[in-house]
């Protein structure tokens, strides 16, 4: 197991540029603010990204509302039309 190196937030700002070098190279650094861990330079490939989430369609949107509009019809039986799919 290696050893991730320290330094203080005023190191990591000197050497700024040097961090970011290592983190290509895939090492690790903690950045202490007053002797505690307060942030970390690490490679990028060790940050997942949040999945891209597709924006709805104005269609998909309006077929979404327009599902909804029976809700107010006394007539329909909006659980037994769930249930069947056609909701």
Known sequence: MTSMKRMSV???KAHFSELVADARRGKKTVILRHGRPAAAV???TAVESAPTR???TRDEALAIFESFAHLG???IDAVA???AGRR
Do not use: G, K, Q
């Open 81 to 83: 039309e769930l249930r």
């Open 42 to 44: 690490v490679p990028a």
């Open 54 to 56: 597709r924006a709805t």
């Open 73 to 75: 019809d006394p007539n």
């Open 10 to 12: 005023a190191e990591a």
